[in-house]
């Protein structure tokens, strides 16, 4: 009988080690749902802070060139607003998984709806026309809808997921395509030398102002009001004055480099070198030391000159700058995203210079520390200017009267809110009046050039130019330098003052010629004895004037908006109401209104260069917009303004007191007195 078959041996015992646990089962879900909840966190933290940012960033070179930030500083820039802002939301979810599952599950919930919430905010700025609470509502209900169906379908967690590719992809961009990338990679060190022509080669001063209308300079017969910029209208009488000259572009960035490279503006590339090897500083170069003060450029390469001055640099303040940046990026209020609205020059006391000239001898000058006021990159190009044993080229890009506004005619400083409006009823007659007050002050610096040029003995060696890079628009509903202002009023922001006096000129005259400032380097290099190694769109003034009267703007590079050319009619100056200058004294109060710093009143000291100039608060609801207040310090009114609807920050009335003469130091008496319909004065209680 056959044996039955033998059973099969028993398989041996599988390792522990191979044997899956429940425990590692879970531990391994709940590592693969941490990863892609902060999948998730990256992607729309990169969407609300990262994407944004590196947007304005990119497409403003200007404001790195500006700082003098080094690649370093920009590269750990970058990393920090791709990195940082999405550490502390990621590590907040991470903490709450020691609540639980549950908590933890909730906690995302939540967080996932508030960055809903935020891009809802930034999205509704550009899509609607709400702002503020409303707009704040609507971003609401856009996170609760974003959390709901976060919590209950798997699609939009998924899409999260995918886009948390997106921070790398914004950093790549930033880094490589965007007009910044020349700043942060630069290629190239200077381009074509000029050759010389002749034997004379005068010595070329160059001072280059900013947002600057030629109408602002004028008085109602077309000519520089010497009234009130009398060293302006000094320079005309001693120079040629091309009457009807305008800037290519309303924006520094595009019209700077075409007025140092004689070209229309042609690409949105970086004010660099590297995309502008050919300029001024690259033609006078190999003939000409340069002595050149830029601002939000680098035309000048480094191996042409160095930048002996500079504003406040640092990672510190780039990352200062940045955080404001996103602050008004992220609000749900109107606010501009221009870096360049907030550049400002820094003051000689700021930057710790000595004084280079003594204090003009002018009564409004009574106050010694009102020279520290001065721009410091001012104060270094005024040292600089003596006569030299080579052929000097002495250049400053000022950042004035641009603004953001703060200084009166005398020199003294004020201080303002930053959201301050600049259009709207009220609010764009009060910007004219600070962007006149600070051109007043600009008036005096250049007194104080022609002063030092003469004091030097190379006023009369030298070709002077003194223009600017664009205007601004002061026209109600369309302020600034944009295509809307360019359309209500193109002879505010393209023309602009354009002065060349030639070496040993004695006497004024106009030119009416059809000058663009395209035509500001072949004119300098004529004068100068040098040929320049490039074709220019440009011509130079010693050539026959255009048979064209055609204007060329460009609000973007390489589309070309035209208008007709002809000197423009300055808009009339607004009367001063018949009460300012009086005095008046206290009467019965009837009412009342809030200031905003009143403590400044109570302790001015003129010595630190500073009044409190700008008086702004409210005044209760039931007072009508279009009531006149008269604003008085010590018993004589400065200003009379009109009540206005309330702007974003809550204010009804703004009023500056060009006339530092009304403050004294110690305590001052500010009063605001309401103005009738008959004229009489009913004092207003101040809170």
Wanted: glycine share 10%; aromatic share 6%.
């Amino acid at each position: 009988m056959a044996d039955p078959p033998a059973e099969p041996a028993p398989a041996p015992p599988r390792p522990a080690a191979d044997v899956p646990s429940p425990s590692s089962g879970r531990w391994e879900r709940g590592w693969r749902g941490e990863l892609g909840r902060l999948l998730e966190i990256v992607a729309l933290v990169g969407l609300v802070v990262t994407q944004p940012l590196l947007d304005v960033l990119g497409r403003s070179p200007d404001f790195f060139l500006f700082h003098r930030a080094d690649t370093g500083q920009i590269l750990l820039l970058v990393a920090l607003v791709a990195l940082v802002p999405t550490l502390p939301v990621a590590a907040l979810g991470a903490l709450s998984r020691l609540a639980g599952r549950t908590a933890r599950a909730l906690t995302h919930t939540v967080l996932v709806g508030l960055l809903v919430a935020a891009l809802a905010v930034q999205v509704g700025r550009h899509a609607t026309p709400l702002r503020g609470v409303p707009l704040l509502a609507l971003a609401g209900l856009a996170g609760v809808a974003g959390a709901v169906a976060h919590r209950r379908w798997r699609a939009p967690g998924r899409a999260l997921r995918l886009a948390a590719a997106g921070p790398v992809a914004f950093v790549a961009l930033f880094l490589f395509v965007s007009p910044t990338s020349a700043v942060v990679l630069p290629r190239g060190d200077g381009g074509a030398v000029g050759t010389a022509q002749g034997a004379v080669h005068p010595p070329v001063v160059m001072l280059i102002l900013d947002e600057l209308p030629l109408v602002s300079l004028l008085g109602g017969d077309g000519r520089i009001d010497a009234a009130r910029f009398p060293h302006f209208a000094e320079l005309a009488g001693a120079s040629t004055w091309y009457r009807n000259a305008t800037g290519v572009s309303g924006w520094t960035p595009n019209a700077l480099p075409a007025m140092l490279t004689g070209r229309y503006p042609a690409r949105s590339v970086a004010p660099h070198y590297s995309q502008y090897p050919d300029n001024l500083f690259t033609a006078f170069g190999g003939l000409y030391d340069v002595q050149a003060e830029e601002s939000i450029t680098r035309l000048c390469p480094p191996s042409r000159c160095e930048q002996p001055v500079a504003p406040e640099q640092g990672l510190g303040v780039l990352v200062k700058e940045t955080g404001r940046l996103l602050g008004r990026i992220a609000g749900p209020t109107e606010s501009t995203v221009d870096p360049e609205d907030s550049y400002r020059e820094q003051t000689r006391a700021e930057a710790g210079l000595d004084a280079a000239e003594p204090v003009p001898a002018d009564p409004k000058f009574r106050w010694d520390s009102l020279d520290d006021n001065q721009p410091a990159r001012f104060t270094t190009f005024l040292a600089g200017l003596k006569p030299q044993p080579r052929p000097a080229l002495h250049f400053l890009h000022l950042l004035m009267p641009h603004s953001p506004w703060a200084y009166l005619p005398s020199g003294a400083r004020y201080d303002a809110p930053e959201d301050l409006p600049n259009d709207g009823a009220g609010w764009i007659d009060l910007a004219r009046q600070r962007h006149l007050a600070q051109l007043g002050y600009t008036d005096r610096l250049i007194g104080e050039t022609l002063r030092t040029l003469r004091a030097s003995g190379l006023y009369d060696q030298a070709l002077v130019v003194v223009t600017a890079d664009h205007g601004v628009s002061f026209r109600p509903g369309a302020q600034g330098r944009g295509m809307d202002a360019i359309r209500a009023a193109a002879g505010e922001v393209a023309w602009v003052p354009m002065f060349v006096k030639e070496p040993r000129q004695q006497t004024g005259r106009v030119d009416d010629r059809n000058w663009e400032h395209v035509d500001l380097l072949p004119t300098v290099a004529d004068e100068a004895g040098i040929r320049l190694p490039w074709r220019v769109d440009g011509r130079s003034a010693r050539e026959a004037p255009r048979a064209d009267a055609t204007k060329h703007f460009y609000d973007t590079p390489g589309e070309v908006v035209t208008f007709p050319g002809g000197v423009p009619t300055p808009p009339p100056l607004p009367t001063p109401h018949r009460l300012v200058g009086t005095e008046v004294r206290a009467g019965p109060s009837g009412g009342r209104a809030r200031v905003a710093d009143l403590a400044a009143f109570r302790a001015t000291d003129p010595d630190t260069g500073t009044i409190p100039a700008l008086v702004w608060g409210d005044v209760p609801d039931a007072v009508p917009d279009g009531t006149l207040l008269a604003v008085a310090v010590n018993g004589r009114i400065g200003a009379v303004v009109p009540v206005v609807p309330p702007d974003p920050g809550g204010r009804r009335f703004a009023a500056l007191l060009t006339d530092d003469r009304l403050f004294h130091a110690g305590t001052n008496q500010l009063d605001v007195y309401q103005v009738t319909a008959t004229g009489t004065l009913r004092r207003l209680v101040l809170s």
